[in-house]
């Protein structure tokens, strides 16, 4: 089954400042979506891009999807210290498969 | 609390005894995933049901691995003769057929000393 890549695999960047992390999928997808996972814990839904949209707003967060590039990106802007978790991105053909995850620190 | 729920929380065993987990999903969800998950790693997709039938079960999971629906709503995650390389956090969620969001339980957490 095909699992996504995300990139970094971790970023740490200051409080205030925009965090940007990427998926890169194999086959072709219905939606993707992105989950926060703070650490020990069950992971939280955060947007869904379906596959025939190119860009999709919610509070903070922006990502962009390019179908032709097999690629997602999730912007968070004005980062805070509540940020701080690992972010999954999640392919949906039929089931759901995620990617590796991109593990976020914001520092004070 | 009508969230999906996982028992136990946690679970320690011994190698090569058999260990049982429980599933309860959102009620109205006919969808439900079962994921394992190790430190640092992403959730590792391991089964779906729609209502009481399995959809797919990963080719990665050994034949010591099982689970079941029986009635479309809980569900239960079966390993026997457990060995180390099981330890993980075992997630449970759920969603409905057209829903596109997935719902997560907390988690059992297995630990094979």
């Known amino acids: 089954s095909q699992q996504g890549e995300e990139d970094p695999q971790a970023l740490s960047i200051q409080e205030g400042e925009n965090a940007t992390m990427n998926c890169s999928y194999k086959t072709s997808i219905n939606n993707l979506q992105w989950y926060r996972q703070n650490s020990g814990r069950g992971l939280v839904h955060l947007i869904l891009?379906?596959?025939?949209?190119r860009e999709k707003h919610s509070g903070r967060l922006r990502v962009t999807l390019d179908t032709s590039k097999k690629s997602s990106s999730l912007l968070i802007t004005a980062s805070r210290a509540a940020d701080t978790a690992s972010y999954f991105c999640a392919m949906r053909d039929d089931k759901i498969i995620f990617g590796k995850g991109t593990r976020l620190h914001i520092l004070p | 609390d009508t969230g999906v729920s996982q028992d136990p929380r946690h679970k320690i065993t011994k190698r090569g005894q058999n260990v049982t987990f429980r599933c309860d999903p959102i009620?109205?969800?006919?969808?439900l995933y079962w994921y394992r998950q190790t430190l640092g790693q992403g959730p590792e997709f391991l089964t779906y049901f729609q209502n009481e039938a399995q959809l797919e079960k990963s080719r990665l999971l050994s034949d010591r691995f099982s689970a079941e629906r029986p009635k479309g709503s809980f569900s239960t995650l079966e390993i026997q003769r457990t060995e180390q390389g099981d330890s993980a956090m075992y997630l449970c969620?759920?969603?409905?057929?057209?829903?596109?969001?997935?719902?997560f339980g907390s988690g059992t957490q297995l630990s094979v000393l």
């Open positions: 009620s109205e969800h006919n969808r």
């Open positions: 969620a759920s969603t409905s057929t057209l829903g596109e969001k997935l719902f």
């Open positions: 891009i379906r596959s025939n949209e």
